[in-house]
């Protein structure tokens, strides 16, 4: 698969079969990624893979917390601003239409959304996911390179006939 190939075809995968994905492959891919551009070489990101028991426990204990209406962590940092201005407000809101429509569920059916959303917590049925973190302490110019490298493990798994999903 050529280069082009791979960007074009790269989407967020929403539901995955539980097809074990070999070791090697997920090695070959982050061998790979580490090819990645960062300011100053720092190579910002710390990758973890997951997959068979860890993973299944771990989709386990978010559902757990899920179905006791836990109020999860504090977050850190907000995904998008308060006020999110034009025209990225109505970027947004269309994403959630196309996304949500997609799956037949009406715009004011907020309980139908946070059961589509709960997906997440299941990595929407991947066989592995990789966790990616950044030490807190660096700033904008770091978090671009992890983007950077996340966009390159993307592209790789995408040569290796894989699909994934972003999730922040
Ligand atoms: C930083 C980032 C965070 C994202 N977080 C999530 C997420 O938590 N859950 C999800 O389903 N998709 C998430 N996505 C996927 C985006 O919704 C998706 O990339 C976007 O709608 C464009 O669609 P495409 O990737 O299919 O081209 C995220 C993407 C990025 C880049």
Redesign the pocket.
Known sequence: MDVYEAVTS???V?EFTDRHVPGEVLERVLSAAAWAPSASNLQPWHAYVVTRGPLAELKKRAGERLAAGDPWDEPEYEMYPPGLKSPYRERRSA?GEQRYGALGIARDDLEARQRAAAA?WEC?GAPAALFCYIDRDLGPAQWSDV?MYLQTVMLLLRAEGLHS????
């Open positions: 790269r989407r967020a929403r994403f997440n929407f983007g999903c972003t999730q922040m």
